[in-house]
């Protein structure tokens, strides 16, 4: 673990971390002590003034270093974010790299930290001024770029951070921590592992101003239950059941496979992948028959082998609940296109899964799956389509397909959620906010409006000289 600038080891028994691709140990990561979660936060809060009052220019600098020690330990990292993530080296390679730029961007992002303006004849001064030590809490699905995402405004804005990735996968930022530890001053950056009820004890910590998670939306809500007890701030970016409205006008050569990896990219395991797939009744059954043939061609496998386009499953929890989504929908009688096979012996694989045209209230259609399962769904009018996408108590993101990016926009303006995208998906910037609407989370992330999220506004009115 990085702990007040040091490398800490762990004094107890460390946690196995296994590589869903094949079952095996592929590392071990620190379970913290008590004693060691004491000096972590202890660490944060004695660097918070310093780092608060250093020259904005000089956080800065700590960002692009960051980046550059990514840049220079590329390979070592990729390879030790496929053997515990399971995806395809190329995917983890682009999330490190990605994550290296958005350092390099963030650092130079203008959040308006200082403001005057002229209100009522006064001078009014608007500053956007730290909170102390944020907590972040990472996920498993993309524990690199979701990090980033903390790291990133949390360091820029003058905060203090105590990060915990998943107990699935800690080892690239506790290997992230080894690697920056000289050029982050003594802690301001902390990243500790350990099992479950770390996250409960950071959340409930009194010491901790911020919370910032990534999770499931039943995480969230445990999270803002604890933190309303002090109302400590936070930021939830939580589940999705995010839908794809295909207008009847696309080029289904050029669409289907685009609409294909908006669902099952990174093996379906992204809060903001298309889970349910609205298609227009004139162009369903052709649309459909494209899809099918694309989920049954996907190379699926050890993320480390060449060819390889989708690895396993993460983890065997959630490996065992997509398995039971999908013998569930198969005893509810629905219909499969492309039913994927799960083969036998190691590694948590599920070959892509499509299922045609399920009713609105099935289990497939109303959860959030996690896993590479879809169901395509016909629709007669467009009123129709917005209307089922709706009725949902997600609202992270959707995305609309059609010819004429105007006529897409207009059907993007009426769904409920945070982001939609017109003619693609996931396409994300660090100057992009990021939000879901309903139980897909509350705050911002990335923009300046994510970027001020980590800042109390704080505002000194004097008369006009």
Known sequence: MLID???????????????????????????????????????????????????????????????????????????????????????????????ARWLATMAEFDYHADETREEGGRTVRVRHTPYGVVAGIVPWNFPVALAVWKVAPALLTGNTLVLKPSPYTPLTMLRFGELVRNVVPAGVLNIVSGTSGLG???????????????????????????????????????????????????????????VFWAAFVNSA??????????????????????????????????????????????????????????????????????????????????????????????????????????PLLRYSTVDEAVARANDSEYGLAGSVWSSDPEAAAEVAARLDTGVVWVNAAQVLAPGIPFSGHKESGIGHENGVEGVQSYTNTHVVSLPTS
């Open 200 to 258: 409960n004890r950071l959340t409930s910590d009194p010491r901790v101003a911020k919370i910032s998670l990534t999770g499931s939306t039943a995480t969230g809500k445990a999270v803002m239950a604890t933190a309303s007890q002090r109302l400590a701030r936070v930021t939830l970016e939580l589940g999705g059941n995010d839908a794809a409205i295909v207008l009847p006008d696309v080029d289904l050569d050029t669409t289907v496979e685009k």
């Open 269 to 374: 395991q992204i809060c903001i992948g298309a889970k349910r797939i609205y298609i227009h009744d004139s162009i369903y059954d052709a649309f459909a028959e494209r899809f099918a043939k694309i989920a049954e061609t996907t190379v699926v496998g050890n993320g480390a082998e060449d060819g390889v386009e989708l690895g396993p499953v993460q983890n065997v929890r959630q490996y065992e609940r997509v398995r039971e989504l999908i013998e569930a929908t198969e005893q509810a009688g629905h219909r499969f296109l492309v039913k994927g096979d799960i083969p036998e012996g190691p590694g948590y694989f599920i070959h892509p899964t499509v299922v045609d045209n399920p009713p609105d209230d099935a289990r497939i259609v109303r959860e959030e799956p996690f896993g590479p399962i879809v």
């Open 5 to 99: 600038g040091r490398s800490v080891q762990a004094e107890g028994a460390p946690a196995d971390v296994l590589n869903p691709a094949t079952e095996e140990v592929v590392g071990t990561a620190p379970d913290i002590t008590d004693a060691q979660y004491e000096e972590a936060l202890e660490s944060a809060g004695r660097a918070f003034p310093a780092w608060r009052d250093t020259p904005l220019e000089e956080r800065r600098k700590v960002l692009v270093a960051m980046a550059r020690i990514i840049e220079e330990n590329l390979d070592e990292l990729t390879a030790l974010h496929t053997a515990e993530q399971g995806k395809p080296l190329a995917a983890a390679r682009l999330e490190w790299a990605g994550s």
